[in-house]
């Protein structure tokens, strides 16, 4: 638990907690698609909510085909990358899921060691978006859904390595962030702080990940970031 967290981010965190633990203990590789779901809905009831009683002072520069931070650094708990192995499984052909695995596995290796500074610097997008657009958007990390500057030209300028503070709305990235620590299981062989690309490319690789996962092995050790990483953008 975090300790600085607000009341609704640590109730939120404490419910997809359990809901992350009765799925680790019990679970299935579609338990954790239903968990990411259901952890979804969750934040995204949520957000509605403090929209509702708090309302944004400037409205989100979000918009398709609008993607600097697409090319920022994004951390993934295991829950999600499994979620978006199994996403691209159902919805690509096989010939398509290997190219990605074998893209992944490529931008992996760039990426290894680099701090999220490092990252930018690389300039190299997502390896989910396609003509500015992310081919995975109903299943998108959290860190993606916790994105929402309201000023767009702010976010190319940190794109150009300029040390910026992001205007948006804090109580997004927070249920967000919140939401991801939730799914973070707290066991630590299990546990992980990941980062998006070597955790997808791992869950793409090895049809067996999910299973291997649920049972205790590391599968993502490769991925894993340091701790203050986590979760970030
Ligand atoms: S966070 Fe910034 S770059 Fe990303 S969609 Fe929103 S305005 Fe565009
Ligand atoms: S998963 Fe989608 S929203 Fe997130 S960084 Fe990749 S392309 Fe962008």
Redesign the pocket.
């Known amino acids: 638990m975090n300790d600085e967290a607000l009341p609704y981010e640590s109730i939120l965190e404490s419910g997809i907690r359990g809901l992350t633990a009765t799925a680790v203990a019990d679970g299935t590789p579609d338990d954790l698609n239903t968990l990411v779901q259901e952890a979804t809905e969750l934040a995204e009831n949520l957000l509605t909510s403090l929209r509702h009683l708090n309302p944004p002072e400037r409205p989100a520069a979000c918009r398709e085909g609008c993607?600097h931070?697409?090319r920022?650094q994004?951390t993934v708990t295991p829950p999600e990358a499994l979620t978006l192995a199994d996403y691209v499984r159902r919805h690509e052909p096989e010939a398509a899921v290997t190219a990605l695995a074998e893209t992944c596995r490529a931008l992996a290796a760039a990426e290894r060691g680099l701090d999220a500074a490092g990252r930018v610097r690389l300039k190299r997008?997502?390896?989910?978006?396609k003509n500015e657009c992310?081919?995975?958007?109903e299943v998108?990390?959290f860190?993606?859904r916790g994105?929402n500057a309201t000023d767009d030209t702010q976010c190319a300028r940190a794109l150009d390595g300029e040390d910026i503070n992001l205007s948006l709305y804090l109580h997004q990235a927070n249920v967000m962030k919140a939401a991801a620590r939730g799914l973070n299981h707290a066991d630590d062989k299990a546990a992980g702080q990941l980062e998006?690309t070597a955790a997808t490319a791992i869950a793409l690789s090895d049809e067996t990940a999910a299973d291997q996962w649920l049972e205790g092995a590391p599968v993502f050790a490769e991925a894993r970031l340091p701790a203050q990483q986590f979760p970030g953008r």
């Open positions: 993607a931070c697409c920022f994004v997008a997502c390896v989910f978006l992310c081919t995975v958007y998108r990390p860190a993606c994105a998006l």
